[in-house]
């Protein structure tokens, strides 16, 4: 029975490093989210319309494609990319929404 119990204690002492290991995988993955996160947080409106522009380059849509899908003159487009707050939201909305970018807020 003696030796049962040192068998026990063992898997126990295992599982338990385990667990911790586990737990520091979870925390650094936390902090990488975090990282990840802070790092597209957008702090004014002109760096709002910069994204959105360099997203559009990213998918190599001219400016003449982006204003067929969004509905969206170039002569708007090129405001919003300057400075989005030139714009009425639903435009930036609309635009962001046709390149894939998702707006959302953190609180």
Same mark, same amino acid.
């Given at each position: 029975?003696?030796?049962?119990?040192?068998?026990?204690?063992?898997? &126990?002492?295992?599982?338990?490093?385990?667990?911790?290991?586990?737990?520091?995988?979870?925390?650094?993955?936390? #902090?990488?989210?975090? &990282?990840?996160?802070?790092?597209?947080?957008?702090?004014?409106?002109? #760096?709002?319309?910069?994204? &959105?522009?360099?997203?559009?380059?990213?998918?190599?849509?001219?400016?003449?494609?982006?204003?067929?899908?969004? /509905?969206?003159?170039?002569?708007?487009?090129?405001?919003?990319?300057?400075?989005?707050?030139?714009?009425?939201? /639903?435009?930036?909305?609309? !635009?962001?929404?046709?390149?894939? !970018?998702?707006?959302?807020?953190?609180?």
């Amino acid at each position: 029975m003696n030796h049962d119990n040192a068998s026990l204690a063992e898997k &126990l002492h295992t599982m338990s490093e385990l667990l911790n290991d586990v737990k520091k995988a979870v925390m650094l993955r936390a #902090q990488e989210f975090e &990282l990840a996160i802070d790092e597209q947080v957008i702090s004014d409106s002109a #760096q709002l319309g910069q994204q &959105l522009n360099q997203r559009r380059k990213e998918l190599a849509i001219d400016m003449v494609t982006l204003e067929l899908q969004t /509905g969206v003159s170039v002569s708007t487009l090129k405001r919003l990319f300057k400075d989005p707050e030139q714009v009425k939201f /639903g435009t930036v909305l609309r !635009v962001a929404d046709a390149l894939g !970018v998702k707006l959302c807020a953190a609180v």
